[in-house]
């Protein structure tokens, strides 16, 4: 049995939170430069480059990225043969997130109550999700998630004769309805299969994929490709100003279903698409 102490993963949660929000991960800033090369709009390739200008201040001045600094998305791989000592996994994380928040100067957005509105002072409590595996391993990813983004995210539940077309007409809908609102270029991540809640959570897990690592089943990373060429002839571009690249990559997460269902959920980030993991 191996033993961690909560402070270890409240240190690291901090951590993470900041980085996450300053540093931009290699993966999407390689893209980012590759589609900027690519790009034959004049428009679209300058608001590229001001885009990487952007992550090259906010990585220099040690500051946000973007001022929308998002919900902390947490994903924790925990083996079952790790115990926790000194207090609550929960409680450490969302302490993490509060310290975090507050020593990196990023912007507070949660609200209580989603109808009540009032804010909570420090971007707690976080989005905790758990995987428990075998052995003694924790890994702990941050995924700071901003709403222009969220907001445009959809979930259908399709009928199984939809098939492959129907999950890929839904997807080129719901970016088309999303039009310039989600900051473009984007990342997107489809979820398939489970029930009505896993397929949102297999397309919000989707996004902390990194980019440059395609489905490991070949016939999905044929499917993120074929979807990633048809969404960039949409034309929206950079920022919905036109050109063609509208979004960075395509990550699809499946998982096996009920025989009379077909959930499709869409989750949508921005090109600020920010995660960072941590072994300990």
């Known amino acids: 049995m191996r033993e961690i102490k909560v402070e270890i993963i409240t240190d690291a949660v901090k951590d993470l939170c900041i980085s996450a929000n300053y540093f931009l991960p290699k993966d999407i800033e390689e893209a980012i430069k590759k589609a900027s090369s690519e790009e034959t709009y004049e428009l679209g390739a300058d608001i590229l ?151 949102a959570y297999l397309a919000k897990l989707a996004l902390v994929r990194d980019i440059d690592k395609p489905n490991i089943n070949s016939f999905y990373s044929k499917f993120e490709k074929e979807l990633l060429e048809e969404i960039n002839k949409l034309g929206i571009g950079p920022q919905g100003f036109g050109g063609k690249t509208t979004a960075l990559a395509v990550n699809i997460e499946v998982f096996p279903t009920h025989i009379a269902g077909l959930p499709v959920a869409v989750n949508i980030n921005c090109h600020v698409t920010r995660h960072m993991s941590r072994n300990l």
């Open 49 to 199: 480059q001001k885009i990487l200008q952007n992550v090259q201040i906010a990585r220099d001045e040690s500051m946000p990225i973007c001022q929308d600094t998002g919900m902390a998305c947490i994903f924790v791989e925990i083996g079952q043969d790790v115990h926790i000592i000194g207090g609550s996994l929960k409680d450490a994380i969302n302490q993490g997130v509060r310290e975090g928040y507050q020593e990196g100067y990023l912007r507070k957005s949660v609200v209580a109550d989603p109808l009540n509105r009032i804010n909570t002072g420090d971007n707690t409590p976080a989005l905790i999700y758990y995987d428990i595996l075998p052995g003694d391993a924790f890994k702990v990813t941050v995924a700071p998630k901003g709403f222009g983004s969220e907001n445009m995210s959809a979930l259908k539940m399709l009928k199984p004769s939809d098939g492959i077309e129907g999950v890929k007409s839904f997807v080129l809908e719901t970016i088309k309805q999303a039009g310039p609102n989600p900051c473009p270029p984007i990342v997107v991540g489809v979820g398939i299969g489970g029930t009505f809640d896993k397929a």
